[in-house]
């Protein structure tokens, strides 16, 4: 069974940090692609980082690039996303996520909801200016 359990969300001022963590179990090393996601009040959950499992290939919504860092450590279990230079636009329930990948050279992984099988129960970030 496959579980995520983020952890680390909270309240920091405009221009801080936090580092976001997602346990997970029920995968083999080198077969899924964790990634996060944010919902902010009122919008549409959009997606922010993935990392892949086979060679932690990584991508980034524009609007964190530069900001935010995926990262994962196999022997934990856990990815964690590192953000800093926080804004209130960043305020939003942030989600991890995860799929199965794909044994496929044409298989590249994306950040659109319709793809990630397993969630988490999100953690809360807000921003406060």
């Known amino acids: 069974e496959v579980q995520l359990v983020e952890s680390g969300g909270g309240l920091v001022l405009t221009g801080g940090s936090l580092r976001l963590s997602c346990a997970f179990s029920g995968f083999a090393f080198g077969e899924y692609v964790i990634a996060w996601f944010r919902q902010a009040p009122g919008k549409e959950r959009e997606g922010v980082s993935y990392?892949?499992?086979?060679?932690?290939?990584?991508s980034y919504a524009d609007s964190v690039k530069g900001r935010f860092t995926i990262s994962s450590d196999a022997a934990k279990n856990t990815v964690y996303l590192q953000m800093h230079s926080l804004t209130p636009e960043d305020t939003a329930v942030y989600y991890c996520?995860?799929?199965?990948?794909?044994?496929?050279?044409?298989?590249?992984?994306?950040?659109?909801?319709?793809?990630?099988?397993?969630w988490g129960q999100g953690t809360q970030v807000t921003v406060s200016s």
């Open positions: 990392i892949t499992s086979t060679d932690d290939t990584t």
């Open positions: 996520a995860a799929r199965y990948t794909v044994a496929s050279p044409l298989f590249h992984p994306g950040l659109e909801v319709y793809e990630y099988s397993y």
